[in-house]
């Protein structure tokens, strides 16, 4: 895994952000104005096993976690396991998506749903997973 912003002593700004995203920067700043819309507050800090990341919240609850790569963003967003059945059946979630959900290996009792942010239609499914998310209790 090629981690784009390893060195602590060099915080990402967003000209080199936009850099490194090249084409999906679009769809990253897509993102961030829906999550910002949604009321989460994105917060990048660096962390030594995975460089630079997004910790996205809302209230004490964390939303997803958000890395830049090289050519695109990736979202994970964490949920309990128990509710793997019904993201799988999520008619809003595009077929790769509920795919990986099916085959995923759970961490413990928690099941990390990945996406690439490329596109706009990246920034729609990320738009379910929150949804989705924000109804858990």
């Known amino acids: 895994m090629d981690v784009v912003f390893a060195d602590p002593a060099i915080e990402p700004k967003p000209e080199t ?22 009321g989460v507050i994105v917060e990048q800090r660096y962390y030594r096993d995975g460089g630079w990341l997004f910790k996205a919240t809302k209230g004490s609850k964390t939303m997803t976690w958000m890395r830049v790569d090289r050519g695109f963003g990736r979202a994970t967003f964490y949920f309990p396991e128990r509710h793997r059945s019904t993201l ?41 997973l929150l949804a989705y998310k924000l109804s858990l209790k």
């Open 17 to 38: 952000i936009n850099q490194a995203l090249g084409s999906a920067s679009e769809a990253w700043h897509l993102l961030g104005g829906m999550l910002a819309e949604a």
């Open 88 to 128: 799988e059946d999520a008619a809003n979630l595009p077929t790769e998506v509920r795919q990986q959900i099916k085959e995923r290996q759970p961490m413990g009792k928690t099941l990390g749903v990945t996406l690439e942010v490329r596109t706009p239609e990246d920034v729609t499914t990320a738009k379910a």
